[in-house]
């Protein structure tokens, strides 16, 4: 984990982010410049990020230089689609010799290549260095939150849930299959669980309403839940000194396994259990860490500090939620194909009418810079940036190849036109049009931004442990 009071290591961080960035787009755009080499196009401009340059310098008549919107780039290319209005770049004095459809086709199609190949380098890395899995394996439920979808629907700690929707689960989070994704991405009014109990024979259904968080509305919309979490051990990290624990005798790395004869799951479930018992005497059975078990009586009592506390028994718990941090070692091919996978899942999310997924759930430059910046805060994140790389890239060769103006998928689009009808498009009413759509973009990309940036305010903030002091 990195040191975060250390301003040089922050510095470095943000550097990374930085550069990451300009590399992805530097590649893509090196695609278009060396295709337009190859096909002896006249190269006016190559550019990282869009606006006026604030460094630029002119080699072999080719002006290379870093804009001053920091979002893109672009290699301006007059016998392309007219793009002066949207790069800002002049007319040319004098018509330019045309060129082919076939040549448009290939410089329009060499950006995603490159971009392919680039996640394709990065999934080689991955599969040589590895990444971790970064999985929640278990699909038992440690807890139901009161009052909650998931328990108005009669699920239970201890259950199992084997399908949701009809769509089997792997894992509780983590993955597209697992349970936290497929609420999360379920459509519909209803989610309907298959889940296995203990002592019932057969697996069953429950149907499940669901809810989202609340948020303030320049941020994103809460995605669903249904008030679940998985099974964890409830295993004892520290007791407060003259705490009712510490009285029983628990010691770090008892785990409690039961509570009045009913089975745990999680800490969470123990704590709801103390508090649905008004916080009377209860008898817990408890295995310390040899495995040898026994019985003590438990009386939360009412802690001089923090003020206003309700009855505890002094008890840090061990967090547990056994997420397997594995490092694993995909093949590129499989790693291509799942991020393609989960841009898929993604658009059709954010398409189907009955779909809780949005548009503000995308994610501008400024919420990627962040993910990034997270990432590389915790332990092994360069491999995490590296595999993030493989979905990054993949996600931008296909999205400019959709058939959308002033995207690479537009351009080929006004070729395969061209070649049809024997001439090129009018060139005032295609930049009228790729104006419109270069404006549409990039109010998107405000949208996104704008939530990005307010997803960092105003949100609730979570529940900490806190150390009691008992008298």
């Given at each position: ?5 250390s ?10 982010v ?17 295709a337009?080499?190859w ?31 920091p979002?893109?780039?672009?290699v301006a ?16 004095d ?10 448009k ?9 490159f ?6 380098l ?11 899995k ?5 699909t ?8 909650s ?16 929707n009809?769509?089997?689960v ?12 497929q609420?999360i ?50 295993i ?7 705490s ?8 770090k790395?008892?785990?409690i ?15 709801l ?17 040899s ?17 206003n ?22 093949g590129?091919i499989?790693q291509v194909k799942?991020?393609?996978?989960s841009?898929?899942?993604t658009?059709?999310?954010?398409i189907a ?5 949005g548009v503000d ?22 491999q ?7 979905l ?5 060769a ?5 058939p959308?103006?002033v ?16 001439r ?6 295609l930049?009228i ?7 549409g ?11 990005d ?5 105003g ?13």
């Amino acid at each position: 984990m990195f040191d975060l009071t250390s301003l040089p290591k922050v510095a470095l961080l943000i550097f990374v982010v930085v550069m990451s960035f300009n590399i992805i787009i530097f590649v893509h755009e090196l695609g278009h410049f060396w295709a337009a080499k190859w096909r002896g196009l006249q190269i006016d401009r190559f550019q990282i990020w869009f606006g006026k340059p604030i460094w630029s310098k002119t080699v072999n008549g080719v002006q290379y230089g870093l804009g001053w919107i920091p979002a893109g780039g672009f290699v301006a290319l007059p016998q392309m689609a007219p793009m002066e209005s949207i790069e800002g770049g002049t007319k040319p004095d004098q018509p330019l010799p045309p060129i082919t459809p076939l040549d448009k086709i290939i410089v329009a199609f060499a950006g995603p290549l490159f971009s392919f190949l680039l996640a394709l380098l990065a999934a080689t890395v991955v599969w040589k260095i590895g990444k971790p899995k970064d999985f929640v394996p278990e699909t038992r439920i440690g807890y139901v939150a009161p009052a909650s979808p998931a328990e108005k629907a009669g699920m239970l700690p201890g259950d199992t849930v084997i399908a949701i929707n009809g769509k089997p689960v792997k894992g509780f989070a983590g993955s597209l299959n697992s349970i936290t994704e497929q609420v999360i991405l379920s459509r519909g009014k209803e989610i309907v669980f298959t889940v296995a109990r203990p002592g019932v024979a057969e697996p069953f259904k429950l149907t499940s309403g669901f809810e989202t968080e609340k948020t303030q509305w320049f941020q994103r919309r809460g995605m669903r839940q249904v008030g679940l979490m998985p099974s964890s051990p409830a295993i004892v990290g520290s007791t407060s000194l003259n705490s009712p624990a510490a009285d029983a005798g628990l010691v770090k790395g008892d785990r409690i396994v039961s509570v009045d004869g009913t089975r745990i799951y999680g800490p969470e479930q123990f704590s709801l259990y103390l508090k649905n018992r008004n916080w009377q005497t209860v008898l817990v059975g408890v295995e310390n860490a040899s495995g040898q078990t026994r019985e003590v009586s438990l009386t939360p009592e009412k802690p001089l500090q923090p003020a206003n506390s309700t009855p505890k028994i002094g008890v840090l718990w061990e967090n547990t939620k056994e997420v397997d941090t594995r490092i694993v070692h995909p093949g590129p091919i499989q790693q291509v194909k799942e991020s393609l996978h989960s841009m898929w899942i993604t658009i059709t999310s954010v398409i189907a009418p009955d779909s809780n997924i949005g548009v503000d759930h995308l994610s501008g430059p400024v919420g990627i810079a962040k993910m990034q910046y997270q990432l590389l805060q915790t332990e092994n994140g360069m491999q995490r940036i590296i595999a993030f790389f493989v979905l990054f890239n993949v996600n931008l060769a296909v999205l400019n190849m959709l058939p959308f103006p002033v995207l690479d998928g537009g351009h080929i689009t006004l070729a395969l036109l061209e070649k049809i009808s024997g001439r090129p498009v009018k060139a005032k009413p295609l930049e009228i049009i790729q104006t419109v759509c270069a404006l549409g973009l990039i109010s998107l990309m405000l949208f996104v931004t704008s939530k990005d940036i307010g997803d960092s305010f105003g949100g609730s903030s979570a529940e900490k442990n806190v150390e009691v002091v008992f008298p």
